[in-house]
């Protein structure tokens, strides 16, 4: 220091008053810190509602943790291996949700998926009307999942269904069980959730859309490009991050479904359309269960973890 001073004194210089090197480096400090006091509501909230709960489930799935008894024993992963167990009590019913997740999910995301997209392609053209059609498709969406269900539940029914009159006037047959027998059972739960839900995401995909340049288009014209040629070539790889999300938020969605089937179908016929998080509900709030409802909990989510993360990895975004 006392070189930077004789070197500053040589040239002439006077060395920097000690308040104010004390005051830049308070001002760096605050500079540094000001990112975290802006999360720090976030952080706040995301640990108290956010890890800690799944800290707390996942502790919870270690013990034999019934809510009707007083004492709970640390059973490790007992819980977990009554899961994969066929002499377990909840083996059957456990692989029986995850095959109706399964085939929800399976038969949903690839609808929920290209008929927004055909959608947003049309509602992204100028003609009159747009705007109506643009609020049409999307209000569905801003009913909850009880009105839904309800509402659908009445539609739906084999004697006095409204679906079931409007065929047998067109001469169809007027008795189907789409509540009650499958493969109707999820054809109605599938067709419910697409006209439900497919307005959100043609509302991204429309973002989406016009986030990609006109030029890009009238460069394709330009070359001869069919239309066929620009949504192959222009649309698909501008909407690839748009198509990222949709997908996995999609996926996320299905496998979470409950509501629907909850309301619409009641499990019917058996318990073939009783997805996961009906079981889990049933588990940890009917039966008393909390131990394994909360290791159902933590084997589903990192069944769907798993999946996402094969999802970004197949399909991520990568800069040309």
């Known amino acids: 220091?006392?070189?930077?001073?004789?070197?500053?004194?040589?040239?002439?210089?006077?060395?920097?008053?000690?308040?104010?090197?004390?005051?830049?480096?308070?001002?760096?400090?605050?500079?540094?810190?000001?990112?975290?006091?802006?999360?720090?509501?976030?952080?706040?909230?995301?640990?108290?509602?956010?890890?800690?709960?799944?800290?707390?489930?996942?502790?919870?799935?270690?013990?034999?943790?019934?809510?009707?008894?007083?004492?709970?024993?640390?059973?490790?992963?007992?819980?977990?291996r009554d899961l994969f167990s066929s002499d377990s009590a909840d083996y059957a019913d456990w692989w029986s949700s995850v095959r109706a997740t399964a085939i929800f999910t399976v038969l949903s995301v690839p609808l929920l998926v290209v008929v927004p997209l055909g959608l947003a392609l049309l509602l992204n053209e100028k003609f009159p009307g747009r705007t109506f059609f643009r609020a049409a498709f999307f209000a569905p969406y801003v009913l909850g999942v009880a009105v839904i269900g309800l509402l659908w539940r009445f539609?739906?029914?084999?004697?006095?269904?409204?679906?079931?009159?409007?065929?047998?006037?067109?001469?169809?047959?007027?008795?189907?069980p789409w509540v009650t027998d499958v493969p109707w059972a999820w054809v109605s739960l599938v067709g419910v959730t697409v006209w439900w839900t497919c307005g959100f995401n043609a509302v991204i995909y429309l973002a989406g859309l016009q986030d990609i340049p006109a030029e890009l288009y009238e460069a394709a014209r330009v070359d001869g490009a069919t239309a066929w040629d620009r949504f192959r070539h222009v649309t698909l790889p501008g909407l690839r991050p748009v198509l990222l999300f949709v997908l996995t938020t999609t996926i996320l969605a299905s496998a979470n479904v409950f509501g629907q089937s909850f309301l619409i179908t009641q499990g019917a016929p058996g318990e073939q359309t009783r997805t996961v998080v009906w079981r889990i509900v049933d588990e940890g709030l009917r039966n008393y269960d909390v131990g394994q409802a909360s290791a159902m909990s933590v084997l589903f989510a990192l069944l769907l973890a798993v999946v996402s993360i094969v999802n970004f990895r197949l399909f991520r975004y990568r800069e040309d």
Request: net charge neutral; no cysteine.
């Open 1 to 80: 220091m006392a070189d930077v001073i004789e070197v500053g004194a040589a040239r002439g210089d006077a060395p920097p008053p000690a308040g104010r090197t004390r005051r830049r480096g308070a001002t760096e400090r605050g500079h540094r810190a000001t990112p975290y006091l802006f999360l720090a509501p976030y952080l706040v909230l995301f640990l108290v509602f956010g890890l800690a709960p799944i800290l707390f489930g996942i502790w919870i799935s270690l013990h034999q943790w019934d809510l009707q008894l007083p004492n709970r024993p640390f059973i490790g992963l007992e819980n977990y």
């Open 155 to 176: 539609l739906l029914d084999a004697n006095l269904g409204l679906v079931n009159r409007l065929l047998g006037a067109v001469g169809l047959p007027a008795d189907t």
